[in-house]
């Protein structure tokens, strides 16, 4: 079976394609306004760690839209939210047996309601997969500490590869510098550069 | 990492078990009430699908409470899931760095709040995972007919494995049998007999 991962290239959604791995076909896909080319950055992450890339294009409104109720909000989570269930549709849209995303137990944004995942499922007759989604914030540290080489930080100084940072840039154009602080403030993010040793891909004999 | 994960002999609980089977040393844990043997048939389960097996020690207070409330409820959903949350006590007071159960999406019960997961993670320092949380009703009986050799039928043609079993018989022994079809009408259950075809098993060479 052919499983679409919403991809950014962090540690959260690396560790759902490696939980999927094994059961499913599994291409990673980084959905991309077409405002920078982060993208190219999880295309490096995919290739570091083995698995199928593909990208998804988004509409420009909805970047506009986000960035908008972010400025009137003050904080990114509800402009976020707006993007991650325009991206799971995009995603949704393409020619996959299942639509999965990094989503964790703990995450307060994005979050997909029991209702919003059927939906989905009902719409585009596929499977959503929150792979994540048992996992709290410990045991997904945990796996990731024993699995990923991981570089975490300020955003401003990670390699952003999905909409976010796209989001941030547009922000910025629009509405100023100083803007992007306000609404994203202290944020950390990860990026993926590969397995945490060389060979140690979970559950294969080299591995050991 | 250490992996006791609540087991039932089910094709839930075994596919959780092949989800972490890559990330944690699984041992299958099933819970019983001492009241039948039902565990046996985990045991051998457990023995097909080549994962460590353990029992734990199930308090019959909490089974002669349960029954009492099936009884008074007319349907074992309540009962069922006071068991639940005991066993997973049970299994986090063992020597595990993390407890799992094969709770799907879609399931009514058992459900475990995501403040009963943090409590139970806090209380005995253990991860609590629920790596089919996030897969619907479509997408495990997906991976089940992908991967298991898996008998379905009304529970009383089904060999049992776990605590359910038992308080059926508690049931009929302290309510007489007409009360066990009054609280458990047109019950379904599965039973795993092993991969559904030598060698098939997720993620390994020798299933390609």
């Not at 950055?41 to 990208?55: K, P, S, V």
């Not at 707006?82 to 047996?97: K, S």
């Not at 995303?101 to 929150?130: C, F, K, M, N």
Request: charged share 30%; glycine share 8%; no cysteine.
């Amino acid at each position: 079976m052919d499983l679409g991962l919403l991809y950014s290239g962090g540690k959260d959604s690396t560790l759902a394609g490696l939980l999927l791995e094994d059961f499913y076909d599994v291409t990673l896909v980084t959905a991309s306004f077409g405002i920078t080319d982060a993208w190219e950055h999880a295309r490096e992450t995919a290739d570091a760690t083995g698995f199928e890339f593909d990208t998804v294009a988004l509409d420009d409104d909805v970047a506009g839209q986000a960035v908008e109720t972010m400025v009137e909000d003050g904080y990114p989570r509800n402009g976020i939210q707006q993007v991650h269930l325009h991206a799971l549709e995009a995603v949704a849209e393409m020619e996959f047996d299942a639509v999965a995303d990094g989503t964790r137990r703990d995450d307060r944004v994005p979050s997909v309601s029991r209702a919003q995942a059927q939906s989905l499922e009902d719409r585009h007759d596929v499977d959503y997969i929150v792979p994540l989604a048992g996992f709290g914030r410990n045991a997904v540290d945990s796996l990731v500490d024993a699995t990923l080489d991981v570089q975490t930080g300020p955003s401003e100084e990670i390699p952003k590869a999905d909409y976010e940072d796209e989001l941030r840039v547009l922000l910025a154009r629009e509405y100023g510098e100083g803007t992007v602080s306000e609404v994203f403030p202290d944020h950390t993010q990860t990026y993926v550069k590969g397995f945490s040793r060389a060979g140690a891909r979970p559950g294969r004999p080299d591995a050991k």
